[in-house]
């Protein structure tokens, strides 16, 4: 299958900072990767939709200016979580998928702690 | 808006005993259905793919099936061991977005 690189693995940060975290496809050429976050004890909740070199789609309730998306290449993406809160805290992970209906594949993910 | 229930939230079973995790979606309009394993603060590993015209997929010790049309899809796992203990998720495909179930943590003791 499909592998895809995320790093960092976890990091802290101040209140007030910024985070960016990347997503790398390093056998497909991805069009489209999504970003998900997960809170402990839950199911992941999809964030974003990204393709290559257009605007992100955001879902219901995901603040754009805050989570912002990058996907300037077709192997990279990238999620900068801006001005960053405690209740940011949270794991944040990437997949990549071909096609409608092919197999998704996931990143390591990020652990997220803001302090 | 999808919606995807897996039962139990966690199973417990000694080594040997062979696995039973269930998941339910309310949408049966989708794609496919994938498992995953997650293990504690790693990413998902996927275990199975069943395309939406799919009654079940094998693999090793693994055996997942999907009624589409009750919205149902059961992951078997054969002959537990403890390297199985981690938590399951599935996640059903609907127009390129994954919705995922809260999963099933499952321990199997030694």
């Known amino acids: 299958g499909a592998v895809v690189s995320q790093h960092p693995s976890w990091v802290i940060c101040k209140s007030g900072t910024s985070v960016k975290i990347e997503c790398r496809s390093l056998d497909f050429q991805a069009t489209t990767m999504f970003w998900y976050r997960q809170f402990p004890k839950q199911s992941l909740m999809l964030m974003a939709t990204s393709n290559e070199g257009s605007k992100a789609t955001y879902e219901q309730g995901v603040e754009k200016d805050k989570f912002l998306i990058n996907h300037a290449s077709l192997t990279l993406s990238t999620l900068t979580v801006t001005s960053a809160h405690p209740e940011d805290s949270s794991f944040y992970i990437c997949s990549e998928q071909v096609g409608r209906d092919t197999e998704a594949f996931f990143g390591q993910g990020t652990r997220l702690t803001v302090v | 808006k999808q919606e995807v229930t897996q039962i139990p939230a966690a199973l417990s079973v000694p080594e040997g005993e062979n696995l039973v995790l269930n998941c339910s979606f309310t949408?049966?309009?989708?794609?496919?259905l994938q498992w995953f394993r997650q293990d504690p603060g790693k990413g998902l590993t996927s275990l199975l793919l069943?395309?939406?015209?799919?009654r079940e997929q094998t693999s090793g010790r693994l055996n997942a099936s999907l009624d589409k049309s009750s919205g149902r899809s059961t992951l078997y796992i054969a002959a537990s061991q403890p390297g199985d203990s981690a938590t399951y998720l599935c996640?059903?495909?609907?127009?390129?977005?994954?919705?995922f179930g809260a999963g099933t943590t499952v321990t199997v003791r030694a």
């Open positions: 949408d049966s309009a989708i794609y496919n």
């Open positions: 069943i395309q939406s015209s799919q």
């Open positions: 996640a059903v495909n609907g127009d390129y977005k994954l919705s």
